[in-house]
């Protein structure tokens, strides 16, 4: 027969047994779950230090390159300064060599257009110099022994056709005749001066030099006057005898010369 009271001694030890085991059993389940959460969040912690890791290599390779942008950008502008600076230099150089090249080619235009008023004042001179020559062919005859150098008309004489002896320095007769020729070429070449050379073969001038004064003497008693003469004794290199050489007036030469260059510029 059913015993009531064993019944509920059961119930009584039963029941917290099984409430017992209820808990055991949920704590177990729920300490189970606690680790496999402590497990995740492990997982989650260590991925999210492996993140950090690499956001802080990545931090450093971003400073780095930051570092290394920074002094390009500094490199560059300095660079640019350089560059600006040689830019302006290079400018004021390249006026300045503008402004030496426009005064250079100035100046070469003056010096052109004075040589061109030289050429000019040359070329007026031989012209002169050819009707002078002209002249005196016609005066003195084709067989008098004329030519030019440089600018003057040479007359060359032997002290033969000049002088009584070729030891003295008085003028013959035929001299004389001859000079008054000389005389008239000078006088229709009112422009033109007269040089007289005594030549020496032995280097002794004393004798030349009194020689191209007697020449100088007898001209000016044929009308030409004193200033336009010059007689001068000098070494004749082997050679003697006396030269004439008609010249142009060097002071008003060199005035026809400034005249031409001052009218081209």
Not at 140 to 157: C, D, Q
Not at 237 to 257: I, R, S
């Amino acid at each position: 027969m059913f015993n009531l009271n064993s019944f509920l001694v059961v119930k009584k030890i039963l029941l917290p047994t099984l409430v017992l085991l209820f808990f055991v059993s949920t704590n177990a389940q729920k300490k189970t779950e606690l680790f496999a959460e402590i497990n995740s969040l492990k997982q989650q912690r260590d991925s999210l230090k492996n993140q950090v890791a690499e956001a802080q290599r990545n931090e450093k390779a971003s400073a780095v390159k930051t570092e290394s942008y920074e002094k390009q950008v500094t490199e560059l502008q300095e660079a640019n300064a350089t560059l600006m600076k040689n830019l302006t230099t290079f400018t004021s150089v390249s006026a300045k060599n503008s402004d030496n090249f426009t005064k250079a080619m100035q100046s070469l235009q003056e010096k052109e257009s004075q040589l061109s008023g030289i050429n000019e004042a040359l070329a007026k001179n031989d012209s002169t110099s050819l009707i002078v020559l002209t002249n005196a062919k016609q005066t003195l005859g084709e067989n008098a022994n004329i030519g030019i150098s440089g600018n003057s008309i040479v007359i060359s004489n032997s002290l033969m056709s000049l002088f009584e002896n070729d030891q003295n320095a008085v003028v013959s007769e035929q001299g004389e005749m001859l000079l008054q020729k000389v005389a008239n070429v000078l006088a229709m070449n009112p422009n033109f001066d007269l040089t007289i050379e005594g030549l020496s073969m032995t280097g002794d001038l004393v004798l030349p030099r009194e020689q191209a004064n007697a020449v100088s003497m007898v001209l000016q008693k044929f009308g030409v006057s004193f200033e336009k003469i010059t007689a001068v004794g000098r070494d004749g290199d082997l050679k003697e005898g006396v030269l004439l050489k008609m010249h142009p007036q060097y002071a008003k030469f060199y005035t026809m010369v400034k005249e031409n260059m001052k009218n081209k510029n």
